[in-house]
């Protein structure tokens, strides 16, 4: 059997489903408002002066810092229904249909959130390694429950996950530096 690893932001999509969801959620007028507040973050994020995780939290806490679990999740499963396929890029979707026909295993490996990707790797039968929110009591805790799946946390959760030995051939799909980890161990690499 071979193994085809997918990143979903920038490599099956065209966008990055996160600024779409987060539009989604609260409308682009509340959206626009509140990235004037997130813009000393990111410049903290950009300069490498603070890391990846902590500046997505932050993210999350300013959008959703006091969103109910039932609330979140709810509006995730409708973008994932409505909004993902339309910015799907469709030469590397092909791409993945045709793996799942192959009959490969097929994982997608993306630092975006399962609460909207689930549903959809759900709808094509294959398997997910993604970040995910925590929530207690149910309500979002502003923090994330797993670690970022961004750079080397997507190799380690493949390798946790599977023996990568035990496959005839290994693709792999990426479209930015985030991704480096899992198209360094493929036998076939496609950067977008």
Avoid at 28 to 51: N, V
Avoid at 104 to 121: E, F, G, H, Q, Y
Avoid at 141 to 150: E, I, P, Q, R, V
Wanted: charged share 30%; hydrophobic share 40%; aromatic share 14%.
């Amino acid at each position: 059997m071979n193994l085809a690893l997918f990143d979903f932001d920038g490599t099956l999509t065209t966008k990055d489903s996160l600024e779409e969801f987060i539009i989604y959620a609260v409308g682009k007028r509340s959206y626009y408002i509140k990235l004037i507040f997130f813009t000393p973050i990111y410049l903290l994020y950009k300069f490498k002066l603070m890391d990846n995780s902590k500046a997505k939290e932050m993210l999350f806490r300013l959008y959703f810092g006091d969103i109910s679990e039932t609330a979140f999740k709810k509006v995730a499963i409708e973008f994932s229904k409505s909004g993902l396929d339309p910015i799907l890029r469709e030469n590397i979707y092909q791409k993945f249909l045709q793996h799942i026909k192959n009959g490969d295993r097929v994982i997608v490996v993306s630092a975006s959130m399962k609460c909207w990707l689930n549903p959809w790797t759900d709808k094509h039968n294959v398997e997910l390694l993604s970040t995910e929110l925590e929530f207690i009591n149910g309500k979002f805790s502003g923090h994330f429950k797993t670690k970022n799946c961004h750079g080397k946390e997507k190799i380690k959760r493949v390798q946790n996950l599977l023996n990568l030995d035990d496959y005839k051939e290994i693709y792999a799909y990426g479209d930015s530096s985030g991704d480096d980890y899992i198209l360094a161990v493929a036998d076939h690499k496609t950067r977008v």
